[in-house]
RNA sequence: GGGCGAAUAGCUCAGCUGGUCAGAGCACCUGUCUUACACACAGGACGUCGGGGGUUCGAAUCCCUCUUCGCCCACCA
């Protein structure tokens, strides 16, 4: 620990260097990890949306944890015990996905491997290039506790997914059945809803008709925007009440192409209205034709094979023609198209923008495709959801999103959880082999050697869990669960906050809050912050296929992560996205970077004429002792704490961790934090009381003493408010204030409190502000050089020249004017003067009159004057805001009236006395 | 097709429950290397708060409507 010195800092300020030298010091010292002596304290817990373990920093994470490490860093500031846990998620086909790629760069596939050796694989690539995210958030400050580091694939957390799924089972939720799914071709897997996403597509819409199979002369005309799929139908459905095919329902169609025989079937699913109102059914392949299907008793033959090529499959002996077996489904539809144009089956093609789902990982165009999958029935789980968002228990900001999720809620549909990937929680249920033993499949917390019916062998199913089937449980798996004695899921769950983006509220949010309301009976946590996404100028999501991305390291090493994370938090409206250019990181990060050096600069002068001995605690000064300044900064620092308290707001619901209407939407308004806390030290402590001091802090005596105290207290307390933002600017800054004990950190000091009993108020400092201003407006009228000093008249009515005087020295270095001070009536005999805003005048400064412009000035000043003045006489005037108005109100805007009538007098004395 | 949100200074946005609310940062203009800071200091200019109605003594702030964007959901074959 260096001892307090105040000239060791360096003239520049080196982020890197402060980085290396605070953060490796915090985690030495145990600030990341709860502390024990505050066992008494109330936990305040954090898990982190775990990254992709195979993931790099991008800039989004870095919102992400920045936003969680300000409010980590502000419950440990504020006496909480608090915790961060950080991890990694496996990311069953995102990391899949990675490996299979390089084994295609080495020829080969996963399928060569087998299924153990691609697995160890896979484990083996994790282990060695996996969770180096973590390292990374490091670089930008994140305070997690590396000690509880979690992996959602570590043996730890598998317990847990078995535990949850054989539970589910036990509840009766998780079934197995035969469901028309989304596929993904490429990834060979199904996909659940979320994880099929949309995407606007140009397609066409194919108008086929259908001959019926007695009588070729008459058919219907079907349209769909697959023709491929035609090989699958099993019928052609009409609306019951539509007169135009009444009377076809119940004939057989011929499928083109293969002559199948098919019913017109009436099912109430068909829109009359859309197309020729007459649609193909292909239950094997369409999610609502697999319903009308099953309603009307039809066979579900499968033509398109899990790599997307059109195959008899299941069911479809003898529906897939020779010439067009083995064609993949796009090759397939342009060559079914051409035939169905040839045989004159081909009505017409229109274009047809629609909405086709893609695979989220990996943007193949998803193949509806009916296969057995594992699914949890969602309903009983949603309701506890929606029961806790209504119930208080649960809160998201911004607010609106409340109505998003509950609608998602209300609408829930079955969760399909198997995947038919390699990398993941194998689906822990077992089969007899032995062909007529009977056993019904095994669903087992353990692994199952044998059949416990006949004892022979027994194959685990071959499916993988949903990734997030383990992210659901993070909240709690990552503190111990299933056991339920664990000391850490005893202290810390349920958790505080959840910050994440609006992207994953489906995926992700709702569900943690469903698995924890229905394993632990409370939601995880008591509020969702939901922030926005970091966009490029042209509004864009930043991303790697774009290229329009920012490397959050690329601005650690050019800025400082203090100025990166300055930059983002400051800009952070609740909600609202973030906009950054990527192509001018020196723009973009500009607030950050010049905040930093800024508070470097002001921490480095102020430290400076301190020094490095002890300084008295502000509470022990003598009230009589305090300058108007002193006063006034102190209040400023009150009411800049308040600010910033309310603008994080409440930590946790007051009572019960229900929230009530009246704190709900209360708080984590980052961005109103980050500027009162800026306003203060810059706007306030340095542009007025840093500025105003220097001459106490030259001369020497006991008023030397209270300055200095007044601005080691002031700047402590400002360093307080910012460090959560900027931890290693303000941390090394602190390390050096007088006050500070060797071996304790900002990370851990206590969060700032107003004072209960403020001496002194603002009052007569806020007076000399505006006489500074007033005649530095002044001198930059008449064109005075900023350098040279001038000499004026201070004039102010008869009750606050005394307050005036006494800081007329600091009134006067501050505007570099020698001033002298007079005494004037109200109104009166000060007409020359030049008034500003209220109380003070100046007397234009002596010699420096130019008429033409004074004139111009005051003309100008006088024509805005009467004309709000006619405006607010013209109010007074009114009897309805007389009567209606607050009284206190209508008093102050007669107030004003009268004092801008007097204005007015002045200003055209004034210009009288010019001319004259 | 439903639902939600946004339109305020050149840009990104604050302005919560109607009465100093017309603001901040960046950009811009004019001075200044005033011995902490030119990534700064001092002083300035800039908006009839998307259009149109309405409620009210009074609206950026509430209601209706139009326009333009954005987001979410949805089985338009």
Known sequence: MTAPDSGSLPTTHDAAALQAAWYPRWDANGVFAPDPARAGAEPFVIVMPPPNVTAVLHVGHGLN?????????????????????????????????????????????????????????????????????????????????????????????????REAFVRLHEDGLVYRGKRVIHWCPRCGTS????????????????????????????????????????????????????????????????????????????????????????????????????????????????????????????????????????????????????????????????????????????????????????????????????????????????ERWEAVYVNWLEGIRDWNISRQIWWGHRVPVWYCEAPGCGQAPVVSRTDVAACPACGGAVRQDADVLDTWFSSWLWPFSTLGWPDAGHADLRRYYPGDVLVTAPEILFFWVSRMVMAGCWFLGETPYHTVYLHGTVRDMQHRKMSKSLGNGIDPLDVVRQYGADALRWTMVAGLGLGVDVMLDPTDLDKSFAPGRNFCTKLWNIGRFLLSRVGAEPVTPVAALPAEALTAADAWILTRLDEAIRECDAALGPARPAVDRTWTEAERGRGLRLSEYAEAARRFVWNELADWYLESVKPRLAADGADREVARAVLAHAFDGALRLLHPIVPFITEALWQQLPGTTAGTFLAQAPWPAPRAEPVGDGAPFALAQEAVVAIRQLRAEYGVPAGSWVEGVLVAPAALVAALTAQLPMVAALARTRLLVAEAAPGGAAAQALLRDGVEVVIPLAGMVDVEKERARLSGELADLERHLAALEGRLANEKFVAKAPPALVEAERAKAAEWRVRCGQLATKLAALDA
Not at 203 to 222: E, F, K, M, N, W
Not at 343 to 364: F, I, Q, W
């Open 65 to 161: 944890n920045t936003v969680q490490d300000v409010l980590i860093r502000w419950r440990r500031m504020a006496g909480d015990d608090a915790l961060w846990v950080p991890g990694t998620d496996h990311a069953g086909i995102a990391t899949q996905n990675v490996v299979e790629k390089q084994l295609v760069a080495e020829g080969l596939t996963r399928f060569d491997l087998g299924r153990e050796p691609f697995v160890a694989r896979v484990a083996e690539f994790v282990d060695k290039t996996g969770g180096a995210i973590l390292e990374q958030l490091k670089a930008i400050g994140a305070s997690a506790d590396w000690t509880r580091t979690a992996y959602t694939f570590s043996p730890a957390l598998s317990t847990a997914v």
């Open 191 to 398: 996909l659940s809803d979320e994880e099929a996403e949309f995407t606007d597509t140009a397609g066409s819409l194919y108008h086929l008709r259908y001959p019926l199979a007695d009588d070729p002369s008459q058919g219907i005309t079907v349209a769909t925007t697959r023709p491929e799929t035609m090989l699958g139908d099993v019928a052609v459905a009409v609306h019951p009440e539509d007169d135009r095919y009444r009377a076809l329902v119940g004939r057989a169609l011929a499928l083109p192409l293969t002559g199948v025989r098919i019913p017109v079937v009436a099912d109430a699913y068909t829109d009359p209205a859309f197309g020729s109102g007459a649609v193909k059914i292909t239950p094997a392949h369409d999610a609502n034709d697999f319903e009308v299907g099953k309603r009307h008793g039809l066979a579900m033959p499968v033509v398109l094979d899990a790599e997307g090529v059109v195959r008899e499959g299941e069911d479809a002996a003898g529906r897939v023609p020779a010439a067009l077996a083995g064609l993949d489904r796009f090759a397939a539809r342009a060559a079914i198209v051409e035939q169905l144009r040839a045989a004159g089956a081909l009505v017409k093609v229109e274009p047809h923008p629609h909405s086709v789902r893609h695979c989220y990982r990996c943007d193949t165009v998803v193949e509806p495709r009916l296969s057995n999958q594992w699914f949890v029935h969602m309903r009983p789980l949603a309701d506890k959801a929606l029961a806790a968002l209504r119930g208080g228990q649960l809160r998201i900001l911004p």
